[in-house]
């Protein structure tokens, strides 16, 4: 083949393939082709002196193919630490409603770009996003911009008992998404990908939600992404208002198949997983959102014995309060273990929920969540000596060290598509200094305002 200077040799101490024998390599490099790798080989058959292109040469490294968070609110960083302990339905009341509804084209220029910054410094390079319900162009722009591969959507609120000010008619809701899917599904190559979002029970029609399900059929491949049965009070309510629980009530509608990811999935009663399961729905856990809103924990061993879809988000900044998935895959190993054993929720396990079971859930296991030939380059490098000096070597031991010990500093470099966007820990996309800055000023001219 023909080589070109897009040719990339990568060659770390070890790859965590994430591949169906789940293998981890020594002494083997990968070669990405514009954008895609198209050889993984052991070192020594690369003749390196010839090799057309650029070397990274990473010995002391482990590679694992790039994160995946199924759920985000990329609009709601500006307001980390701004909404700290309440629950689910003050938090959006009193804070994270208005908060949102104060936002203008700058405040949420960089309340993305601060997301997709810590986001792409920490390893994620494929996202599910909720947007907002004014100026969802701008998550666009940035979104591509930065080059992560993502489903985003405005979302979609008919309905505002919390908030009132905070709010669209269903026809405008409708219409608007209609829009942006017609702009920007499917854009940048397929990086980028439509995701409706209706908010939640509480805050939509039941019209706005059959008639989104209706308008995806426009749009072959988009999703259906919402929150649901998250917090106790809001079971009682969409209980009290519809006859039914949440999952039920979506699948009485027609809501629910294999293009729903719904967040959270906590409170639900046993007919529920049957429903999740029978209509092969996308769950999206967020453990520390779960935890630090006091929402409860979801059952996620039982699902998973149940082979329903599981991947993992780190939901807005403020109800965590980070973007990590190194913290959500560390919460997901943990918080699961005094309620069902020390066995439950093995680091491999966890790890595959933030690879290849998110790639699954998005229907691009065929593109990204492992490292295998004719797949993206989405590449993490991580420096596992930095937070953890198990001294044994066994295979298994590299899962532990990521899903127990490491953390976001861990993570030394970042290609999304072949191109680095991560080095030496920083995300070469965006100034982060000027960031904080201007995130701090757009911060004071709204905190004003709200
Ligand atoms: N339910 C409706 N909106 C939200 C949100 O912004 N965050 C969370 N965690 N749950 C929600
Ligand atoms: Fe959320």
């Known amino acids: 083949m023909k080589k070109t200077k897009t040719n990339k040799l990568i060659i770390p101490k070890s790859i965590v393939t994430v591949d169906a024998q789940e293998r981890i390599l020594f002494n083997h490099a990968i070669e990405i082709d514009n954008g895609i790798i198209n050889r993984i080989a052991p070192v020594a058959e690369f003749n390196l002196d010839t090799f057309y292109g650029e070397i990274f040469r990473y010995e002391n490294f482990t590679l694992v193919p790039g994160f995946i968070q199924t759920h985000i609110h990329l609009c709601q960083t500006l307001f980390r630490g701004l909404a700290d302990d309440l629950e689910l339905l003050d938090w959006l009341q009193k804070k994270i409603f208005p908060f949102e509804n104060s936002h203008n084209k700058e405040s949420l220029r960089i309340s993305v770009q601060l997301g997709l910054n810590e986001l792409i410094a ?100 988009s999703f259906f992404h919402t929150h649901a049965s998250e917090n106790k009070k809001e079971f009682e309510v969409v209980k009290q208002m519809h006859g039914k629980p949440n999952v039920e009530y979506f699948d009485s509608i027609g809501i629910l198949d294999d293009r ?65 998935i190194f913290k959500e895959m560390h919460l997901a190993a943990m918080i699961h273990k005094p309620i069902h054993g020390p066995t439950s929720m093995d680091a491999k396990t966890v790890f595959k929920l933030a690879t290849i079971d ?73 100034d982060e200094q000027k960031l904080m800055s201007d995130g701090k000023e757009e911060l004071r001219k709204l905190i004003g305002r709200v």
């Open 122 to 221: 920490g390893g994620t390079t494929t996202i599910v996003d909720m947007g907002t319900l004014r100026h969802q162009e701008v998550i666009f722009e940035e979104l591509i911009k930065s080059g992560i591969r993502a489903y985003a959507g405005k979302c979609m609120i008919d309905v505002n008992d919390l908030y009132p000010e905070f709010f669209e008619s269903k026809e405008e809701g409708i219409e608007s998404s209609y829009q942006f899917a017609k702009e920007f599904h499917n854009k940048t190559n397929g990086k980028i990908k439509y995701a409706f979002a209706p908010r939640f029970v509480l805050s939509c029609t039941e019209k706005l939600l059959i008639e989104t399900k209706e308008m995806m059929k426009d749009f072959p491949g």
């Open 358 to 430: 998110g790639a699954r859930a998005l229907h691009m296991q065929n593109e990204i969540g492992s490292i295998e030939v004719g797949k993206k380059a989405d590449l993490v490098l991580l420096n596992l000596e930095k937070s953890d000096q198990t001294l044994h070597g066994n295979e298994d031991s590299i899962y532990s060290k990521i899903v127990y010990s490491s953390n976001k500093d861990c993570v030394k470099n970042v290609f999304i598509n072949g191109e680095l966007v991560t080095a030496d820990g920083i995300c070469t996309l965006y």
């Open 260 to 324: 729903t990811v719904l967040a959270h999935c906590i409170h639900l009663e046993t007919e529920e997983y049957k429903s999740l399961k029978k209509r092969n729905v996308r769950v999206s856990h967020c453990p520390s959102s779960n935890l630090k809103l006091g929402s409860g924990i979801a059952n996620i061993p039982y699902m998973l014995k149940n082979g329903i879809s599981v991947s993992l988000g780190a939901d807005g900044a403020p109800c965590n309060n980070s973007l990590s």
